[in-house]
T-cell receptor, first 111, second 114 residues
Framework: SQQGEEDPQALSIQEGENATMNCSYKTSINNLQWYRQNSGRGLVHLILIRSNEREKHSGRLRVTLDTSKKSSSLLITASRAADTASYFC???????????FGSGTRLLVRP | NAGVTQTPKFQVLKTGQSMTLQCAQDMNHEYMSWYRQDPGMGLRLIHYSVGAGITDQGEVPNGYNVSRSTTEDFPLRLLSAAPSQTSVYFCASSLIQGAAEKLFFGSGTQLSVL
């Protein structure tokens, strides 16, 4: 089974609304990363949060990490149609260089 | 900079054929990896490498072989293609230490095995 699981699997919102995606993982991690994938393209890195950090911001993105619950959330504020994509969390397992991806959340932002 | 370059972009194989997917990066990244992505799913790690001469297995290594003779190149070999290997394959690389651990991805290879 996969290390990371995103919730929800799919999300549809109106432009201007906020979008929240959650990620749960199973083992101890060094860091957690979020990536975006536009249809048919490679993934693009959005943000990285380390295991000793609790919150991080980048533009309209806000990521939180709760290591006690083994979970993270990605908040996209004031969403735009261009934010329509799939979003994946990925965890770098402690003492390993491997980056393991979750199953993703498909976000649709309606104009 | 070209970043991460994958070739070919599309490939059709018959069951039992072998082939090599090429991946090259020009960013002097120590870490390189191969993932496969099946429809509607996330990425699963096949093999990875932390430097020339060093490779290791990921989540789904069976049926695939890799080598890392140079820092720049990390080819993925399908030894005897099977329909279950029909997928989109992504190569990705990163630096290992510090904040620059984010992966840079190639544009993918769409492989169909008939």
């Amino acid at each position: 089974s996969q290390q990371g699981e995103e919730d929800p699997q799919a999300l549809s919102i109106q432009e201007g609304e906020n979008a929240t995606m959650n990620c749960s993982y199973k083992t101890s991690i060094n860091n957690l990363q979020w990536y975006r994938q536009n249809s048919g393209r490679g993934l693009v890195h959005l943000i990285l949060i380390r295991s000793n950090e609790r919150e991080k911001h980048s533009g309209r993105l806000r990521v939180t990490l709760d290591t006690s619950k083994k979970s993270s959330s990605l908040l996209i504020t004031a969403s735009r149609a261009a934010d329509t994509a799939s979003y994946f969390c990925a965890t770098r397992v402690d003492s390993s260089y491997k980056l393991i991806f979750g199953s993703g959340t498909r976000l649709l932002v309606r104009p | 900079n070209a970043g991460v370059t994958q070739t070919p972009k599309f490939q059709v194989l018959k069951t039992g054929q072998s082939m090599t997917l090429q991946c090259a990066q020009d960013m002097n990244h120590e870490y390189m990896s191969w993932y496969r992505q099946d429809p509607g799913m996330g990425l699963r790690l096949i093999h990875y490498s932390v430097g020339a001469g060093i490779t290791d297995q990921g989540e789904v290594p069976n049926g695939y072989n890799v080598s890392r003779s140079t820092t720049e190149d990390f080819p993925l070999r399908l030894l005897s293609a099977a329909p279950s290997q029909t997928s989109v394959y992504f190569c990705a690389s990163s630096l290992i230490q510090g904040a620059a651990e984010k992966l840079f991805f190639g544009s993918g290879t769409q492989l169909s095995v008939l």
